[in-house]
């Protein structure tokens, strides 16, 4: 029936139009018939859908349509595997789909998948998370309040410092990114981006990174500063473990807040399981994000009950959030945290580390490599070149990305399960 409906031709066309005609409905009958036809037509619609009606957030989108991904890889449609270098941005430090963070979201959504997140009701995947983050960190680390993004973490730390210390002014580092909500650019350290945004926070001040002389700006008017204890997308930037020990110092003398905005490197990416470890400094309030949820949206700030407490009143629910905390993400969260502690990952990221770095040193026209365990930036002498390396190792299957604040380096952040069978891939792969 189908077969007649199309080939059916009743019109005044030519005998040699007829048959053009003819053929076309052919060709394009066979192709409804072949799957390899059909399935090359929908990636092309997704592509065309992609383009028209998702936001683009760049003019050159990489454009690979992901059926999935498991442990280390992700694979496109075709069923070309990609070895995963970024780990959907230093989000899976345990790999990809790992069966009992899966299961915990299974299980969860079992029971039930969204009621009041705050304030009210007592959800036991929110406490059990909480309470077995701070078991780990520091005893003035004991107050959790969830969010949904690594942004609202910094937004609810920098209104919690305003309102605790009833100062205005907020520090921060030149190049610095802390996100992209208003609050977050106001603290951030690129003029480029902020001036096409302004107007944005008033009474915020940048200082250079790791330069002692400019500790001095941290004056009793500082509410806060903000610190990326290693800078991500500044290109992987690292201060003494001195230069942290003078700044800690200068917020006590001031009773100035330390944020650490460890969105990017906690949960044992640097080689530790947060990065203030290796620099002997307890912050005044913690951000959480990314990794933390497991693969779901969750961040969180942490502070001490006493700090924290000051949004709980005057006014009441100063601060509040609808899915901030969803006991899905937490499920998910928790798995995460309980099976990066349990298996010590941090000591695998520095360990593997290592190794990756040997390696990667053999690709042409690098100039430097900064690295803390599995947080590494392969700095390259121009741009150029590093977006060509770029190109070719997307060809060879390996994915990556650049920095924000420095594309002429490629960012190297894989998922905290790399073994010596993922170097030996990657090694292969580059010769
Ligand atoms: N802080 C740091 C250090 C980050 O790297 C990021 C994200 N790249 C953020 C904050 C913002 O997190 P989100 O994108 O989840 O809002």
Redesign the pocket.
């Known amino acids: 029936m189908y077969f007649r409906q199309n080939l059916f031709i009743n019109d005044n066309s030519t005998q040699g139009q007829s048959i053009h005609k003819i053929t076309q409905r052919i060709h394009t009958f066979c192709e409804s018939l072949c799957p390899l036809c059909l399935r090359a037509k929908k990636i092309n619609q997704m592509k065309n859908s992609f383009y028209k009606y998702i936001a683009q957030t760049s003019d050159t989108p990489i454009a690979i349509e992901v059926e999935r991904a498991e442990g280390v890889y992700f694979y496109d449609t075709s069923g070309k595997k990609y070895l995963d270098l970024i780990a959907g941005?230093s989000v899976c430090n345990m790999g990809h789909s790992y069966p009992t963070i899966i299961n915990a979201v299974k299980e969860q959504i079992d029971k039930y998948m969204h009621v009041m997140v705050y304030g009210e009701l007592i959800q036991q995947s929110q406490v059990e998370l909480a309470d077995i983050l701070c078991s780990f960190l520091p005893a003035s680390l004991n107050s959790v309040f969830f969010v949904n993004?690594?942004?609202e973490a910094?937004e609810g730390a920098l209104k919690l410092a305003k309102r605790y210390t009833g100062r205005t002014e907020l520090i921060h580092f030149e190049n610095a990114?802390?996100?992209?909500s208003h609050g977050?650019m106001s603290v951030m350290g690129n003029q480029t981006y902020k001036s096409a945004f302004q107007p944005l926070l008033p009474d915020t001040k940048a200082i250079r990174f790791g330069v002692e002389g400019d500790l001095q700006q941290i004056t009793e008017k500082t509410a806060a500063i903000i610190v990326?204890l290693i800078q991500?997308?500044a290109g992987v930037r690292m201060a003494t473990a001195e230069y942290w020990q003078k700044l800690k110092q200068r917020c006590e003398e001031t009773n100035t807040l330390l944020i650490a905005?460890e969105?990017?490197t906690g949960l044992g990416r640097t080689g530790k399981l947060f990065a203030f470890e290796h620099y002997n400094i307890i912050p005044d309030i913690l951000l959480l994000?990314?990794a933390f949820g497991g693969g779901m949206p969750l961040?969180a700030f942490v502070a001490d009950t006493k700090t924290m407490n000051v949004l709980t009143y005057n006014p009441v629910l100063g601060h509040i959030t609808t899915f901030g905390g969803h006991p899905v993400c937490c499920a998910a969260g928790l798995a995460h945290l309980k099976l990066i502690t349990e298996n010590k990952m941090w000591e695998n990221a520095e360990a593997i580390g290592e190794k990756l770095e040997a390696i990667l040193w053999k690709i042409p026209h690098v100039k430097e490599i900064r690295r803390k365990g599995l947080m590494m930036a392969v700095d390259f002498y121009d741009k150029q070149t590093n977006f060509k390396t770029l190109h070719s190792f997307l060809q060879k299957g390996l994915f990556s990305d650049w920095f924000l604040w420095c594309d002429t380096a490629m960012r190297i952040a894989p998922p905290l399960i790399f073994g010596d069978e993922e170097l030996r891939v990657i090694e292969m792969l580059l010769c």
Do not use: P, R
């Not at 990114?177 to 992209?180: C, D, L, M, N, T």
């Open positions: 941005i993004s690594g942004s910094v990114y802390h996100g992209s977050a990326e991500g997308e905005d969105i990017q994000g990314k961040g």
